[in-house]
């Protein structure tokens, strides 16, 4: 596994190597990994001879209050976990190798108006921005994201098709807890008894799912679903069903996605669930 930490000995590898012929995956994160990236780096490995990781805690993507400065940086246990894995080459830069003359870009305005797109102003720009310039650098012909940020999976999907890159956007399934809580590298913010209650978003998610499937009424269930959770310590940013295709309202038990973000002890947490 070879470890690149600068835009300039990326490029330079990966001219050098023979690399038309290889089928190059991409895994952005921004590190701390856990079960949910390895799965995804799993998957890349599953279908590319030549698996790449990057690991950028991005600060076009955190608004002034947010928690970019206590991100858990972790490069010496993301390293060994990544060695034990199909990936070929790690793509750890510094922030203003990065950030330096970098173009911006934008996420479509609908898709990041909605949901986390109300409080995390500009963050989805942020996310295409950096995602973009790993993608001018990788070419990767598959790239993988978790289906835990579905807003992010669906804003990426969005870009790719409106820049018209090859690129195929792959959205991998979350990784859960045995409780259900979502796996997730802020997880680490909460205590053990915190990880207990987080797991509630899980089940209120599929008690929902069931409510929904028996026919009942969207707007009550949900209202209920909100105030159980209030009820626990959380506060519920949104708790919505939208279309799992378009991010639109929706009342079609067919296609629906339920999502979810709240904060238990100002740790925000995000899930969601199909129908
Ligand atoms: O999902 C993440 O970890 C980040 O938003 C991403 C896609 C790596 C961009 O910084």
Redesign the pocket.
């Given at each position: 596994m070879i470890l690149i930490s600068d835009q300039k000995d990326l490029t330079n590898f990966l001219n050098e190597k023979p690399f038309k012929s290889t089928k190059l995956t991409l895994v952005?994160?921004?590190?701390n990994l856990h079960e949910g990236?390895l799965k995804l780096v799993e998957q890349a490995g599953s279908v590319s001879n030549f698996v790449c990781v990057?690991i950028?805690?991005?600060p076009?993507?955190f608004g002034p209050e947010e928690d970019f400065s206590s991100y858990p940086r972790t490069l010496s246990e993301d390293l060994s976990k990544l060695e034990k894995t199909n990936c070929s080459l790690v793509f750890a830069p510094k922030v203003d190798d990065m950030t330096f003359g970098i173009k911006q870009q934008k996420a479509d305005p609908f898709l990041s108006s909605i949901m986390c797109g109300k409080t995390r102003h500009n963050h989805f720009d942020?996310?295409v921005t950096?995602?973009n310039r790993?993608f001018e650098l990788f070419q990767p012909k598959i790239t993988f994201?978790?289906e835990k940020?579905y807003q992010?999976l669906m804003i990426?999907k969005e870009f790719v098709e409106r820049k018209k890159l090859k690129i195929a956007v792959e959205g991998v399934a979350t990784e859960r807890e045995l409780s259900g809580l979502a796996k997730s590298?802020r997880n680490s913010y909460l205590s053990g008894e915190e990880k207990k209650k987080a797991a509630l978003i899980h089940k209120t998610l599929i008690n929902l799912k069931q409510l929904l499937l028996d026919f009942n009424g969207i707007d009550s269930v949900i209202q209920q679903a909100k105030e159980s959770l209030e009820k626990n310590d959380f506060n519920v940013e949104y708790l919505e069903a939208r279309d799992r295709y378009t991010l639109k309202e929706s009342s079609d038990p067919n296609n629906i996605i339920l999502l979810c973000a709240a904060t238990l002890n100002k740790v925000r947490l995000i899930d969601n669930l199909k129908l």
């Open positions: 952005p994160t921004m590190g990236h990057s950028f805690v991005n076009l993507q942020g996310v950096i995602v790993l994201f978790g940020d992010q990426i590298s």
